[in-house]
């Protein structure tokens, strides 16, 4: 399909694009972006069940762009209900964090769930479908602005990592006993420290390195109390069309409820795209950023 693109959602992947760090490596001259929101401008042979005119959002590279080619597979069909913001603010980040906590993981009400970068896309996300979920939510963040996002995201505590050391401060929160879940999009500077605030049977999910990536891990070091590690990226769940229906259905319902909602950082033409990726490396922004065409 060829996608007109209306709002584009910036995320921390396009810059390791862009520094030809991320899983897919630029062929110059190439197009970064993942994800978008807009209508179905064309149609090619043997796609089904849209139309030219509809309004979808996808995943997929080549979204800083007017119009991008994407595969049908790849395209999400947005009910009236989702605006053009939330369509390309939500399909990484909301899409991620979900299936870490429904897919690799299944958070159950009670468990502590420690989120790094929790005023961030996925982190926010994060915050807000482990917290619907009943779980004990506690984010890590590195500003007061943050920390009072992740807050009013339902997370029940916040460390500013600026300020204090979270792994100290989860076992203070959770009397000793460590967290059951940690979602690490961070690495290197968290990852080893992540390790020594699990609870027995904690699991840890590395899902990026924004902070550079971690020292390896001695195998060993799981044995004591008995930890999992695991690791995770989106594009291994969304070329499973059930798996993704149940998770779209399920975040669908939480935006039409009012449980899941990303707050914009702010919204740029798609020529300032640079000046959006600034922002985003250097840690400025809450939510997330998008982009405009036209
Ligand atoms: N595995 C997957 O499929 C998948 C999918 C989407 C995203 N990701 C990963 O998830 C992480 C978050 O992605 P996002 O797009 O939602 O970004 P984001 O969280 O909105 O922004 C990145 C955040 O990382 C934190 N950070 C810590 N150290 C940093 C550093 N040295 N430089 C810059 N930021 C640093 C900052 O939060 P604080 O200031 O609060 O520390 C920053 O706001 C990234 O690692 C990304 O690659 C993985």
Known sequence: MLVRNHRIGLNFGDLMFLRGEYLVTPKLPDVAGMEAAGEIAAIGDGVIDVQVGDRVAYIGMGSYADYTLIRANRVLSLPDSISDETGASFPVAALTAWHMLHTVHHVSAGES????????????AAVQI??????????????????AAALAGGADHVIDSSNAAFA????????????????????????????????????????????????????????????????FVLPHIYRDAPVMKRSLDAIFGLVEGGQLRLPIAG?????????????????????KFLLSTG
Do not use: M, W, Y
């Open 130 to 147: 482990a917290h619907t979920a009943g779980a004990r939510v506690i984010g890590v963040v590195s500003s007061p602005a943050k920390a």
């Open 267 to 287: 919204c740029l033409p798609l020529e300032e795209a640079a000046t959006a990726l600034t922002a985003l490396a250097s840690r400025q922004t809450i939510g």
């Open 168 to 231: 100290p401060a989860v076992l203070e929160l959770t009397d000793g006993r460590g967290a059951d879940l940690i979602l690490d999009g961070v690495g290197r500077p968290t990852f080893a420290d992540g390790l020594t605030c699990l609870a027995r049977f904690g699991h840890l999910i590395l899902f990026g390195r924004a902070g550079g990536s971690p020292a390896p891990v001695d195998p060993l070091q799981l044995l004591s109390n008995s930890r999992t590690l695991s690791g």
């Open 113 to 124: 769930v420690l989120v790094h970068s929790a005023a961030g896309g996925v982190g926010l």
